[in-house]
């Protein structure tokens, strides 16, 4: 009952923004990140770390969390002290419920920012930023399609979690300025995968939508839900864009949710947590930057203590 709801829910959603959009082209100029974590402390860091080292210091970034154990609350309330200093960075804890945080979020978002032109960008705990990202390129993609992503770029080739090749070379993109531009098709792989929350954007009017109406539990069915409206935006040959060269990728070491089945070999959350209490990193190794070609990589990474790989 819920699948068919969100499915007619989230392509209307769809229709009236693509509506909106014939009369009146927005022009996205305010980007706020939505970062999403659970249990995962440790990527966490290192998330922060490539975000401090290369992301525009002039975007605030919104972290919802959430711990299942003392033990690895006490790892996000050590990130909080060690980030206190940095008032772009804001930590939310999960309260009530995922929608009732989200839904909180959202409004103070809305209330700072004027939600026609004000896009969010969307990481989750498990991803390193590994390219300079500033405001005027997030800017630049927007004027091509609402919706852009930093995990594809020319050089994404393979799906690690579809198990399978992918390529933008298979669509019929455009260049402009250094952004690809390309619609998504009927097609099982990540390229016409439109909304989601690894490092893309949606902008805050239509994510409003999707935050108070929709049925969800968590980020996965979210992200879920909101694809069925994907029917229209693929329909009406809506476009989404992407740099180059993809900016960021998934370091698949844990699963933490259970709302869908990811592929990987899985490091226990316990054993993570203990690596973090002993103060280890999780870092890449940049050496292997031009060997990624997906947005999801097992491998390409170190965990380090005081320069000794683990």
């Not at 531009?181 to 995968?193: C, M, Q, T």
Request: charged letters at 25%; hydrophobic letters at 40%; proline letters at 2%.
């Amino acid at each position: 009952m819920f699948k068919i709801y969100n499915l007619i829910v989230s392509n209307l959603f769809i229709l009236l923004f693509i509506f909106k959009r014939f009369f009146k082209k927005d022009n996205y100029l305010n980007f706020e990140v939505i970062i999403f974590s659970y249990n995962r402390p440790l990527q966490l860091d290192s998330l922060l770390a490539s975000l401090i080292k290369l992301f525009d210091k002039n975007i605030n970034l919104n972290i919802l969390y959430k711990y299942d154990k003392h033990n690895i609350g006490k790892g996000y309330k050590k990130l909080i002290a060690d980030h206190i200093w940095n008032k772009n960075i804001k930590f939310i804890k999960e309260n009530l419920s995922f929608k009732h945080s989200l839904v909180k979020i959202t409004k103070n978002i809305k209330n700072k920012n004027d939600k026609n032109n004000t896009n969010i960008l969307f990481f989750v705990d498990d991803q390193i930023l590994f390219r300079e990202i500033k405001l005027d390129s997030l800017i630049k993609l927007s004027r091509y399609s609402p919706i852009s992503t930093l995990r594809i770029g020319l050089n994404t080739r393979w799906s690690f979690n579809l198990n399978k090749k992918q390529s933008l070379e298979s669509y019929k993109y455009k260049e402009y300025e250094g952004c690809l531009v390309w619609s998504p098709k009927f097609k099982d792989d990540e390229i016409s995968y439109v909304f989601s929350f690894d490092g893309s954007t949606i902008p805050l009017d239509l994510f409003d939508k999707f935050s108070k109406y929709l049925f969800f539990k968590g980020p996965n069915s979210l992200e879920t839900s909101m694809n069925f409206g994907s029917i229209i935006y693929k329909i009406f040959k809506q476009k989404i864009s992407c740099l180059k060269k993809q900016s960021i990728v998934n370091i698949v070491i844990s699963m933490v949710q259970t709302e869908t089945i990811n592929r990987g070999k899985f490091i226990d959350i316990n054993k993570l947590m203990e690596l973090f209490e002993d103060n280890c990193k999780l870092t890449l190794d940049y050496k292997k930057i031009n060997s990624f070609n997906s947005p999801h990589i097992d491998y390409g990474y170190f965990l380090k203590k005081t320069n000794k790989d683990l």
